[in-house]
């Protein structure tokens, strides 16, 4: 059973500039979330994806956007980058449905932006 | 608005001994916590949950407790080991909704 990727590991951005990062969900899991975590903080929620449509955002502009394909795997775009967005970008997989509340997400390792 | 909050940045303990890590919550509608556990380089990993309609539950040598009353959930580590360095987080929910609220987390170091 292959478990939750993402890539890439770290990536430097210049600010205005515009990202996508790419998450594979483990295997049999429908649903994606997309956390920031900043340092010295817990993970935030940006947003979830359920079955391709999104199942809920927090309070993320929409400067942050996202998509999740039919094999389930997703990506997180941020447009018009700012300093502020320099953080550790988590996804969590996990075989929830609509409105369903699953006790185990299924974290990434995470990829590394830095906004220069 | 921290609805979740781990007021120890950090902990050491003894190997051996018992860890006790904190976390309180502001919002009364919160009714499932969770703790994660997350290593350097890695995702965090989820170790142990609770029910609103539980006070306590416990796997192995991890044990999570409930006080509704009080709004506060503790973890305990029994006995605590070298490997359990790391840093803990709380997450909340509340029914119907379909996001987790993280704490700060808390750096767990277990002396050997």
């Known amino acids: 059973e292959t478990g939750v990727t993402q890539s890439p590991t770290h990536l430097i951005k210049t600010r205005g500039q515009q990202v996508t990062l790419r998450c594979s969900s483990q295997?049999?899991?429908?649903?994606v979330s997309w956390y920031q975590q900043a340092l010295g903080q817990g993970p935030q929620f940006i947003f979830q994806?359920?079955?391709?449509?999104?199942?809920g955002r927090g309070n993320f502009p929409p400067r942050f956007s996202g998509l999740q394909f039919p094999n389930y795997s997703s990506e997180l775009n941020v447009n018009a980058l700012e300093l502020d967005d320099s953080a550790l970008y988590l996804c969590?997989?996990?075989?929830?449905?609509?409105?369903?509340?699953?006790?185990?997400?299924?974290f990434g390792p995470g990829t590394r932006l830095t906004v220069t | 608005d921290q609805q979740v909050k781990q007021n120890s940045p950090s902990l050491s303990v003894q190997e051996g001994r018992i860890s006790i890590l904190n976390c309180d919550y502001t919002?009364?509608?919160?009714?499932?916590f969770l703790w994660y556990k997350k290593y350097p380089a890695e995702g965090p990993t989820f170790l142990i949950s609770?029910?609103?309609?539980?006070d306590k539950n416990e796997d192995g040598r991890f044990t999570v407790f409930l006080n509704k009353s009080a709004k506060h959930l503790s973890l305990h580590i029994v006995p605590s080991q070298p490997g359990d360095s790391a840093v803990y987080f709380c997450?909340?929910?509340?029914?119907?909704?379909?996001?987790?609220?993280f704490g700060t987390g808390t750096r767990l170091k277990v002396l050997a």
């Open positions: 969590a997989s996990s075989p929830g449905g609509l409105g369903r509340r699953t006790s185990e997400q299924y």
């Open positions: 609770i029910s609103s309609i539980k």
């Open positions: 295997s049999g899991h429908n649903t």
């Open positions: 919002n009364s509608m919160f009714d499932y």
């Open positions: 997450a909340a929910s509340a029914t119907g909704t379909y996001k987790y609220i």
């Open positions: 994806y359920y079955r391709e449509e999104e199942n």
